[in-house]
């Protein structure tokens, strides 16, 4: 059974971090990486079959990070699973380093599955390794959060229909459902509501869970694969900024970087101290 409290802990770490990074490297997109960091802790730390000393194993779980911007977030956690050593962050922003806004592509980071960053393109590529992987006869699992925003994209759709008429069941999509997009609201910016029923209408297995319960997400993840033969979707409600007050549900912190001192109060009540 899940360590709930060591993962709730874990999840707290990182986002100091992630903001201390942000601060010192002038990264943005701080707030759509906050609010993603349960997701990947509930996936990396209990429920993808991986094995870092062999990132390429075949028949390891696929994860792609298709809200690329969320990539701060994701360095970190590969850091900490141990894919690399986490001294290599400090070279983060640097130029001719691996370390950028976006994913790099495979080859040059371990644990990366896909570059990503123009949204719409990660499950198109999923969708792929898991048609892959029931063609060679290989178990594996393939994991794509997406945001909220990404959904507006036709590629989304059409990965989408497909999935469901090949019966992928071996695909898993999480979507970051954080509310916001660059510009405004994501309702506001296309009518994304009822998200669920859309997924559902397209055939897929769908549930909804909060974002940032780590049980919650757990339970989600380990009922994929469903029997029936769908691909599943977990919408999750997060919120954008999580885990800081004055940074949550405030789309100023996808472009902001945090001041020192804000760094400080960041840390003082996640209750870390790096």
């Known amino acids: 059974m899940a360590d709930i409290a060591a993962l709730q802990a874990r999840a707290r770490d990182l986002r100091a971090r992630i903001i201390e990074t942000s601060s010192r490297t002038s990264t943005p ?13 509930a996936l990396y730390f209990d429920v993808l079959r991986i094995d870092p000393s062999r990132p390429r194993e075949p028949n390891r ?12 977030a994701l360095f970190q956690v590969l850091a900490q699973r141990g894919f690399y050593p986490e001294s290599m962050l400090d070279s983060y922003g640097q130029d001719g380093g691996v370390f950028a806004e976006h994913p790099p592509t495979p080859d040059r980071l371990a644990g990366i599955e896909a570059a990503t960053g123009s949204l719409g393109h990660g499950l198109p590529i ?3 390794m898991a048609l892959a992987g029931r063609i060679q006869d290989r178990a594996y699992g393939v994991y794509c959060v997406l945001s909220d925003g990404e959904c507006n994209e036709g590629s989304v759709w059409e990965s989408a229909m497909m999935a469901a008429a090949q019966k992928v069941s071996n695909l898993c999509v999480v979507i970051d459902f954080n509310k916001w997009q660059a510009t405004g609201r994501s309702r506001e910016v296309l009518a994304l509501d009822p998200l669920a029923d859309k997924w559902r209408a397209f055939g897929w297995h769908a549930v909804e869970v909060d974002g940032h319960d780590m049980a919650a997400i757990l339970g989600a993840l380990k009922a994929f694969p469903t029997a029936d033969g769908r691909p599943t979707a977990i919408i999750a409600h997060t919120v954008k900024g999580k ?3 004055f940074m949550e549900d405030d789309n100023n912190w996808h472009y902001r970087i945090p001041t020192p001192e804000e760094v400080v109060a960041a840390k003082q009540e996640l209750g870390v101290n790096l």
Not at 61 to 72: Q, V
């Open 29 to 41: 997109h701080l707030g759509s990486c906050l609010s993603c960091v349960d997701i990947l802790v």
């Open 61 to 72: 779980d696929r994860f792609i990070l298709s809200k690329g911007h969320g990539a701060p």
């Open 126 to 128: 999923g969708l792929g």
């Open 243 to 245: 885990g800081v007050s």
